[in-house]
T-cell receptor, first 114, second 110 residues
Framework: SAVISQKPSRDICQRGTSLTIQCQVDSQVTMMFWYRQQPGQSLTLIATANQGSEATYESGFVIDKFPISRPNLTFSTLTVSNMSPEDSSIYLC????WGGGEQFFGPGTRLTVL | QQQVKQSPQSLIVQKGGISIINCAYENTAFDYFPWYQQFPGKGPALLIAIRPDVSEKKEGRFTISFNKSAKQFSLHIMDSQPGDSATYFCAASSWGKLQFGAGTQVVVTP
């Protein structure tokens, strides 16, 4: 399985500010995804990070609020923009390898918005 | 609209017992069904997964049973250990996009 790291691991931010979360994988992968896990809840897919093109967002998530970049096959960023307390969640990146199917998650970024 | 329904919400089992978690789905386009284990403060870890052309898959103490016609699948944890105490999520995938169940908190008592 791939080794996935996320930065920062946690942060406390003020309302109205933005935070960029980084996801780094130790090997090239085909697919990268971003998920949100609200406190005590399940995971919800935010978007698919496409290498070299715009991300594909799920219903309820928009690019202006969650801009995503994926400059190469091992790295992606998610920005949470104009934050409000409702954005307090754990944000997780996941990757799918070349064989397809198996998807592995990073350790997550725990975000608290005051 | 929750595409994957998971039950029970929580489960208490004695050490050595069997934990059973059930999931059901509606979308027949799903083609991959993984189970994840999550400990507090950690990301979900892939436990075991199955594709719809197989009815059962076993890895160590963990077994997935899959019923394609009923659109149901389940996780069995045999000989449950205190270290298995965690939250378990079933999921279903179409084109790599995972839809997760609500999760089951499993507590294994000594």
């Amino acid at each position: 399985s791939a080794v996935i790291s996320q930065k920062p691991s946690r942060d406390i931010c003020q309302r109205g500010t933005s935070l960029t979360i980084q996801c780094q994988v130790d090997s090239q992968v085909t697919m990268m995804f971003w998920y949100r896990q609200q406190p005590g809840q399940s995971l919800t897919l935010i978007a698919t990070a496409n290498q070299g093109s715009e991300a594909t967002y799920e219903s309820g998530f928009v690019i202006d609020k969650f801009p995503i970049s994926r400059p190469n096959l091992t790295f992606s960023t998610l920005t949470v923009s104009n934050m409000s307390p409702e954005d307090s969640s754990i944000y997780l990146c996941s990757v799918e390898g070349w064989g397809g199917g198996e998807q592995f998650f990073g350790p997550g970024t725990r975000l608290t918005v005051l | 609209q929750q595409q994957v329904k998971q039950s029970p919400q929580s489960l208490i089992v004695q050490k050595g017992g069997i934990s059973i978690i059930n999931c059901a789905y509606e979308n027949t386009a799903f083609d991959y069904f993984p189970w994840y284990q999550q400990f507090p403060g950690k990301g979900p870890a892939l436990l075991i997964a199955i594709r719809p052309d197989v009815s059962e898959k076993k890895e160590g103490r963990f077994t997935i049973s899959f019923n394609k016609s009923a659109k149901q699948f389940s996780l069995h944890i045999m000989d449950s250990q205190p270290g298995d105490s965690a939250t378990y999520f079933c999921a279903a995938s179409s084109w790599g996009k995972l839809q997760f169940g609500a999760g089951t908190q499993v507590v294994v008592t000594p």
